[in-house]
């Protein structure tokens, strides 16, 4: 049943070598019913019309007033073209930028003219998750959904709230007590999502999501859902879009649940496959280091993709060790506080495609870093900032030139977390605190504090 009908260009298929088994789109799967792996969605090429190059995809500025060419994600619709153009849902996502940033690059110790900064927080919900919402919604749509849900960390209840309202959808996100910033609390609230707070971390509600929705037949809108990753490519081809459709040298991103850096890799690697690119960039993903996992997993316990034959003991006794030390991570990079991610297999698979490093960076030097995006860019949450306190590291050590070109994604706007901004300026906790000055009800003592 729902094996994959060879008429159709696009179709699922287990990323599990051994498996590999195919499944068409129409299909609510979000993990492989053979083997439970993870699915990629694919594409039969040769069924499929794909411009010529890059720049192609540019003409569609010129019809803005179709709304498909207006999403910064659909216009680039035929490299995920998995659904009819009727169920594509868009509600104006992917309207953002890559500033050229030179104060930032001259802080960190770069070259002015090399540092990027890919700006996510303009999408409607604020992050970067609109990017894949609108693809899964559009799946959603597709297979005639009636209820979603979601486990999240913050950005993405918003964005499936969010969503699922513009689509008419009914919806429950899980959140974890205590664990979300609150401008995100306060959108998924807003939205009208039902909230649901679970006295656990993300990795119990992402445990928890599951199960609700085999059980009450949900739709799954977490990046464990193909299609969300396939929303989420667009952003590397905005960049190279920006670029004047060149390729940068780096890309940095910030690790969490890793559907992002998994997104990315495919994108690459799918572009590269249709001639499109002649090269694929360099890839760092930025953990924090109280929620490390695939830093660990990758540089101290040597995992690796191996050809898609990933060490799963490896895996099995580090989650194992995880939970005899009842380990909980712990950032003030709450969006990234997660420590099984549920893409880290295909993650695996972009290090190998991007030739990836990883990195861990602590709070204090993401607060530093976010401070210096606050300063000299156009801000960014704690989560966001951990790119340029990742790249700051691969400067001082000399993996990435000073004269390479960097492009690092600021995934969510600095208004999702206030608690962290003001606590870091007004107890002057790091080197760029900027607290508000006390100053009485009287002008001659005002002026005198003016510099
Ligand atoms: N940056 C922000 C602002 C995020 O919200 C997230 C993830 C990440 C980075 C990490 O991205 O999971 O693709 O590696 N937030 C999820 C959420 C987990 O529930 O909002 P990733």
């Known amino acids: 049943m729902g094996k994959r009908k060879h008429t159709d260009a696009a179709y699922q298929r287990c990323i599990n070598p051994d498996c590999a088994a195919e499944f068409d789109c129409g299909q609510t799967l979000f993990k492989c019913p053979e083997c439970g792996e993870l699915l990629d969605a694919l594409y039969d090429w040769d069924k499929v019309e794909v411009p010529g190059k890059m720049s192609d995809f540019g003409k569609r500025w010129a019809t803005r007033d179709n709304r498909l060419d207006f999403s910064g994600v659909w216009r680039f619709r035929d490299m995920l073209n998995f659904c009819a153009d009727s169920h594509k849902v868009t509600i104006g996502e992917g309207q953002?930028?890559?500033?050229q940033n030179c104060a930032v690059a001259e802080q960190i110790g770069m070259r002015p003219d090399r540092l990027y900064l890919q700006y996510e927080g303009l999408n409607p919900s604020g992050s970067f998750k609109d990017n894949g919402m609108a693809a899964a919604f559009s799946h959603a749509m597709m297979v005639g959904a009636k209820s979603c849900a979601c486990a999240s960390t913050g950005n993405t209840s918003a964005s499936v709230a969010l969503y699922a309202h513009s689509c008419g959808l009914r919806c429950t996100v899980f959140i974890g007590s205590g664990r979300i910033a609150f401008g995100k609390l306060s959108q998924a609230m807003d939205y009208g999502a039902q909230t649901i707070q679970i006295q656990g971390d993300f990795d119990d509600c992402m445990r928890q999501v599951q199960d609700v929705c085999t059980k009450l037949g949900l739709y799954l809108l977490n990046s464990l859902n193909?299609?969300?990753?396939?929303?989420?490519?667009t952003i590397m081809y905005r960049i190279i879009e920006q670029l004047g459709w060149e390729v940068p040298d780096w890309i940095i991103v910030p690790g969490g649940n890793l559907g992002n850096s998994s997104a990315f890799g495919k994108a690459f690697y799918e572009l590269k496959e249709l001639g499109l690119i002649e090269?694929?960039?360099?890839?760092?993903?930025?953990?924090?280091?109280?929620?490390?996992?695939?830093n660990d997993l990758v540089n101290n316990k040597k995992l690796a993709w191996n050809d898609g034959k990933v060490d799963q003991k490896v895996i099995d006794?580090?989650?194992?060790?995880?939970?005899?030390?009842?380990?909980?991570?712990?950032?003030?990079?709450?969006?990234i506080e997660i420590s099984r991610p549920v893409n880290l297999k295909k993650c695996l698979r972009t290090i190998d495609i991007c030739d990836g490093i990883v990195r861990a960076v602590t709070d204090e030097e993401i607060c530093d870093a976010k401070a210096i995006v606050g300063k000299y860019g156009l801000g960014c949450e704690p989560a966001s900032a951990a790119t340029i306190a990742g790249l700051r590291h691969l400067i001082t050590e000399g993996v990435v030139g000073t004269d390479e070109r960097v492009a690092c994604v600021l995934t969510g706007h600095p208004l999702k977390d206030p608690n962290v901004t003001v606590n870091y300026h007004k107890d002057k906790q790091g080197k760029f605190s900027n607290a508000p000055i006390e100053a009485p009800n009287d002008l001659d003592e005002i002026i005198k504090l003016i510099k």
């Open 96 to 99: 953002t930028i890559l500033q």
């Open 226 to 233: 193909p299609f969300r990753l396939e929303g989420q490519k």
């Open 279 to 294: 090269r694929i960039p360099r890839m760092a993903i930025i953990n924090a280091t109280g929620a490390d996992t695939l």
């Open 317 to 335: 006794e580090y989650y194992a060790d995880l939970t005899a030390r009842n380990f909980s991570p712990h950032t003030c990079a709450s969006a």
